[in-house]
């Protein structure tokens, strides 16, 4: 299998390959466009002082002459009449010259074979060592006409750069390949560790140490990934609570109505016991019933897959509605409901507002002391906000922040009468966020409460 560590030192190692090929490719534009013609001017020169110099010494011995200047750094080839030639200086390694092109020098014309080789890659035409890789002038010696093809011996004159250059650049791509291993060691090694902690979160383990001091991509990854673990750590312990709580809410009235039932079956209760025992097994019944639906209810938010199907309705019509469905309750606890509620048009999903005000409203209600007060108020401003306030028996501010959390009761010592199943505010809750809106809660224990709901005014 490729490792990322492979991958990354063979991607490394193949962009200085393809660098390197395309500094080539622009040293050789670079030397077609400007240093191909200077380079030959440049010897054209010389020869031309080489030839100067011979015509103005007189009784100079042109073989004499020929050996020392080609002792200081050059290759000539001089070839006479009779197509005789003699080589100074170090020896071309390739000799095939056209005779032609010495007749044509002979005459008085001039070669220039560096500037008309043609190349793929014509840089490399600069270090070859070739008799067609020269310049050609004529010269003529005591009568007599020669062909003086002259070209830079480079092993002369560069060798010691050309090899220090060599080792440069060899150095420069092996130490390149040596430093690509061993730093590419400290890049994968976050993304091991990466690995090596999402499989620790696969088992259940969301203890994980990262590096987060770092302040780059890999740092902030991992400023991200443990935030995650956290985050999959909480999820995992609400999963585990709330299936100990839905645990717990299903078995405390099945126990309740197993035992009644037995007792009942058993005949060991007298006819007022066993019709006290079958109103408390229907209460449960109804508990259950309600339980399992506020279940499915939260189930569905959950999915969030097109729940909220908004339509246009007023909003204030709706409230009062659900004032007279609660009516018996508010009435028998001889609770006084002040409404003061302006005609507001709403685009919301009907149905699902309509369980955000029925529960917000039996809160009160069965959280108020006989002859309460419970208000109701709307605003509009850039929200639509609904004030719903009792004078209850009120929330302590510790508890506040939890009372949205699912099966959360606020109050631990409240009566079987009171006691719900802790779904009602969560399903609260998610109905309006999904209407990308928020509730706020507010309390003081002994005074009441009250929960404030904003809506977005469409």
């Keep these: ?32 466009s400007y240093m191909k013609s200077y380079h030959e001017q440049k010897i054209w020169n010389i ?73 793929w890659l014509t840089v490399t035409g600069f270090f070859e060592n070739s008799i067609r890789n020269s310049v050609g002038l004529p010269l003529e010696a005591n009568g007599v006409k020669y062909a003086l093809f002259i070209r830079p011996n480079l092993e002369q004159q560069i060798g010691e750069v050309r090899i220090l250059l060599a080792l440069l650049l060899g150095f420069t791509f092996l130490f390149s390949l040596i430093f690509i291993v061993i730093f590419t060691r400290y890049i994968v090694k976050p993304v091991k560790k990466l690995t090596e902690a999402t499989n620790k979160i696969v088992g259940g383990d969301y203890r994980i140490e990262m590096d987060v001091t770092r302040k780059d991509e890999i740092g902030n990854l991992a400023r991200h990934f443990t935030h995650m673990a956290s985050s ?51 209460e449960e019944s109804k508990r259950l019933s309600s ?3 506020q279940l499915l209810t939260l189930a569905a ?89 009792d004078t209850g028996v009120g929330i302590p501010e510790s508890e506040l922040p939890y009372v949205f959390d699912r099966f959360y009761k606020a109050d631990k010592a409240r009566n079987r009468s009171r006691a719900g199943s802790g779904l009602g505010l969560s399903i609260v809750k998610k109905i309006v966020e999904l209407h990308q809106g928020s509730v706020e809660v507010r309390s003081e224990l002994g005074k009441g409460t009250t929960f404030t709901v904003r809506l977005p005014y469409l």
């Design 47 to 119: 020869g031309k002082e080489i030839r100067t110099l011979f015509e103005q010494t007189p009784n100079l011995d042109l073989d004499n002459y020929l050996a020392h200047v080609a002792n200081m750094g050059f290759q000539i080839y001089a070839v006479d009449e009779r197509m005789e030639g003699a080589f100074y200086g170090a020896p071309f390694k390739h000799k095939q010259f056209e005779q032609e092109q010495i007749r044509r020098v002979l005459a008085g014309e001039t070669y220039h074979g560096m500037e008309k080789k043609v190349r």
């Design 301 to 389: 938010l959950d999915k969030e897959d097109n729940v909220v199907k908004r339509t246009r309705f007023r909003l204030d019509e709706q409230i009062r509605q659900v004032l007279i469905v609660t009516e018996w309750q508010w009435t028998e606890k001889r609770l006084s409901v002040e409404p003061d509620m302006p005609e507001i048009i709403v685009s919301a999903d009907r149905q699902l507002l309509y369980h955000v005000w029925l529960n917000l409203l039996t809160n009160s209600i069965k959280f108020s002391e006989p002859g309460g007060i419970i208000s109701i108020g709307m605003a509009v401003d850039r929200h639509i906000a609904v004030s719903i306030r």
């Design 232 to 282: 999959l750590q909480q999820l995992d312990q609400m999963r585990q609570e709330f299936v100990a709580n839905v645990s717990h809410e299903i078995q405390s009235p099945l126990t309740s109505i197993q035992g009644f039932a037995q007792s009942i079956l058993n005949k060991e209760t007298t006819p007022v016991e066993a019709e006290r025992y079958l109103q408390i097994i229907e």
């Design 1 to 32: 299998m490729r490792t990322l560590y492979f991958r990354i030192v063979v991607t490394f190692v193949l962009i200085a390959i393809v660098s390197s090929m395309l500094a080539l490719l622009l040293t050789n534009v670079y030397y077609m």
């Design 291 to 293: 339980l399992s639906k």
